[in-house]
């Protein structure tokens, strides 16, 4: 049986390295780095998130700010909310959060953040510079990946690397870091052929799918390291029981919110693979550990 890789000591030293560089800066120069956060329309998952991120911020140091706006707002409007933020001093970091309402273009929000303050690494000149090997902000998902492998002295180099889904916010990002650490990378999709043939070549497996309990022993080569991004809503009491060994908090949470998290891998890979990321308490925790370091790293790139 594999062991749990948990990303709960990793994401408290990253934001402990955070607060206490943010209380050397704030005694020496008496200013803080700050964070903006935009929510779009009333998505409960996204009010969760940005809420979770604001609290991080706070306990931190950070200065914050959460700009809510309705879902019927012009996006223009949204334009001229990133440009003021672009201008705006105390800020150092500018996030928006996904998804967005229909009608508006992730695209044309990435783009309109600076780069300087692109916390999430998605302008085109944030990915420029990652295919580039250059210093800059890297999108956090991938990063915290990045950071929890090398926390485990996780060699990349040389290995086969399989990624199941090619988003711009996880899957392709990762497969140019992990190219750049020398693995042998294959991102799979949708239309791959023979998937769990493709996914059992793998040293270090990564599932970015957004399909419950999708990946199987049968994707797994023994001894694999097994990555779950995933973030999906299991309701099923039935399945609960079924999917896991010790299912009594799983049902609890089903019976207290109507759901529990589960990832994109099955919890029974666990048997097969030598390490695998549990959902929750794995990536998702080192993602809002990324942010805030990204947070203070752009601090530092343009505040100096
Ligand atoms: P996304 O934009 O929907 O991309 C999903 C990818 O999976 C696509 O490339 C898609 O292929 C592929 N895919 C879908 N069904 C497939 C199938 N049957 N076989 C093979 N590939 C398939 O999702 P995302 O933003 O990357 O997020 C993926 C998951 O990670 C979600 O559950 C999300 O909630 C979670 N997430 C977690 C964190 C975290 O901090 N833990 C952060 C971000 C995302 P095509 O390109 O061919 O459509």
Known sequence: MGVWLEGSTLAKEIKERVRDE????????????????????KNKASQVYVGMKQKNCERLGLYSEVLTFKENLDPSELKKKIEELNHKDQIDGILVQEPLPQGFSSHEVAKTILPEKDVDGLNPCSLGHLLRVES???PCTPLGIMELLKSRKISIKGKEVVIIGRSLLVGKPLS???TNAHGTVT????????????????DILVAAIGRGAFVTPDFVKEGAVVIDVGINHLTDKAEAAEMFKEPEKRLQDIDKKGYTLI??????????????????????????????????????????
């Open 136 to 138: 800059g902000l890297r």
């Open 187 to 202: 991102v799979c999709h949708s239309r791959t052929e023979n998937l769990p043939k493709v996914a059992s070549r793998a």
């Open 176 to 178: 140019i870091m992990m």
């Open 263 to 304: 990832g994109d891998v099955h919890p029974s890979v666990i048997d097969k693979a030598s390490f695998l990321t549990p959902v929750p308490g794995g990536v998702g925790l080192l993602t809002v550990a990324m942010l805030m370091h990204n947070t203070l790293k752009a601090y530092k790139l343009r505040r100096g």
């Open 22 to 41: 943010v209380s050397k800066i704030k005694a020496e120069r008496n200013e803080v780095p700050g964070l903006a956060a935009i929510l779009v329309g």
